[in-house]
């Protein structure tokens, strides 16, 4: 290494003679270096070729081998946690499952085969003519069996049988209670009844007939007709009548009578009268009669002509 060239040297005072060391000096670490002298750093004393060191302890190198041997038995205890776990799972759903299946089945038998919901009362209402006997009667071969056994269809038919009994509706009733709602048909003319028996046939509001009776119910009027003298004709008119008065004013009247099919009369309750003509316009008919009748001094309304009625004391 070649050293650059300096100039000549400065004369050394006779109180400090020339020193046998080097000009240039290297100083321990940790000292404090003379000013002028640079301080050479590490890298530049390292050995050539050698890597350098880091301070502390060196970590090993793992070997591949060690590596692979890790990692394989890492997969292997998840495969095995996941593989546990699934089964776990599988035994909890299949347990449940286990568990719905009897509940549904002892349901099933309480509901189907057990007293705990046997039919023991049969609640009826609306059967005022019919009467809750012959209703209970109806259902008697259902006493007993579960409810949901109970065959609703085939009492409701049975009752629909019954005279009075225009509709029914037939429901159970949890635990033990069956529900059976009747509507009963309403009588609106009374007829005498066929072949000269003794009694009258009840009409309803189609003209079909109910059931006999001795004598016509309160509120229902009686059609007084001759068949043999006043014809067949006037006893239809005069059942048409009764069947399209309206109730309040049906309620007044005690018979319908009729000569001919177009001379039916009403006998009103309180000995009036209302001489109705014919079948036809009733809606009108009834409205001029119940506006005629309250009227002072008047006994007779006649609506044969509806547009030009007239009264009579």
Do not use: C, N, Y
């Not at 591949?64 to 776990?88: F, I, L, N, V």
């Not at 007829?191 to 009258?200: E, H, I, R």
Request: aromatic residues 2%; charged residues 20%; glycine residues 10%.
């Amino acid at each position: 290494m070649q050293l650059p060239e300096t100039g000549p040297a400065a004369p050394q005072s006779a109180a400090h003679p020339a020193s046998s060391s080097p000009a240039v000096s290297t100083s321990p670490v940790g000292s404090s270096t003379q000013p002028g002298v640079t301080r050479q750093s590490r890298s530049d004393t390292d050995e050539p070729g050698r890597p350098p060191q880091r301070e502390g302890r060196a970590e090993r190198p793992r070997a591949a081998g060690a590596t692979e041997g890790e990692a394989a038995r890492s997969g292997s205890s998840s495969d095995g946690a996941g593989a546990g776990s699934g089964r776990r799972l599988l035994w909890r759903v299949i347990a449940v499952a286990v568990v719905v299946v009897l509940l549904l089945g002892a349901a099933a038998w309480a509901l189907l085969a057990s007293s705990l919901t046997a039919l023991r009362d049969v609640r009826v209402s609306g059967a005022d003519r019919t009467g809750a006997a012959a209703v209970q009667s109806a259902a008697a071969d259902q006493m007993g069996l579960p409810l949901l056994r109970v065959d609703t269809g085939a009492v409701s038919e049975r009752l629909r049988k019954l005279p009075w009994v225009a509709s029914v509706s037939v429901t159970r009733g949890f635990p033990h209670r069956l529900d059976v709602a009747v509507t009963e048909k309403v009588p609106v003319a009374a007829v005498p009844a066929a072949d000269g028996a003794p009694g009258v046939m009840l009409l309803d509001g189609d003209g079909t007939s109910i059931t006999t009776a001795d004598a016509a119910p309160e509120g229902v009027p009686l059609v007084q007709v001759d068949p043999g003298a006043a014809g067949a004709g006037a006893v239809r008119a005069a059942s048409a009548v009764a069947l399209a008065l309206p109730t309040a004013l049906r309620e007044q009247v005690s018979a319908i009578t009729a000569s001919g099919p177009e001379d039916v009369r009403l006998a009103l309750r309180d000995g009036k009268q209302v001489v109705w003509g014919g079948a036809g316009e009733d809606d009108l008919k009834a409205r001029v009669a119940q506006l005629l009748l309250p009227r002072e001094g008047v006994r007779t309304v006649d609506v044969s002509a509806p547009r030009a009625p007239a009264t009579a004391p």
